[in-house]
């Protein structure tokens, strides 16, 4: 069973960083898409950025500049490291694994920007 782990998450004060992690485990075949999601009160979840087995990226526009997505293959493990955060980056940040037909969600980790 496929499961996804994050970690990471809380509160920063406007301008701070916050990495956050995602270890999947269980039954998992490259190649596979992973990417961090995020929903904040009262919106919709969109995506934040993705990458691919192969490293390829893809940032939202808010983001570009401020965000890094990486991996690491050999640990099934994708990061979002977060700098210049702004309070309108709050939200509840969510890690996805998509293959095919295969597609998987953390529980969610809170990030806060707030003075």
Known sequence: QLQLVESG???VQPGGSLRLSCAASGSIFA???MGWYRQAPGKQREL???ITTGGTTNYADSVKGRFTVSRDN??????LQMNSLKPEDTAVYYC????????AWGQGTQVTVSS
């Open 96 to 103: 996805n694994l998509n293959r095919g037909s295969i597609n």
């Open 74 to 79: 050999a640990k099934n493990t994708v990061y």
């Open 9 to 11: 998450g809380g509160l």
């Open 31 to 33: 190649p596979y898409r």
């Open 48 to 50: 934040v950025a993705g």
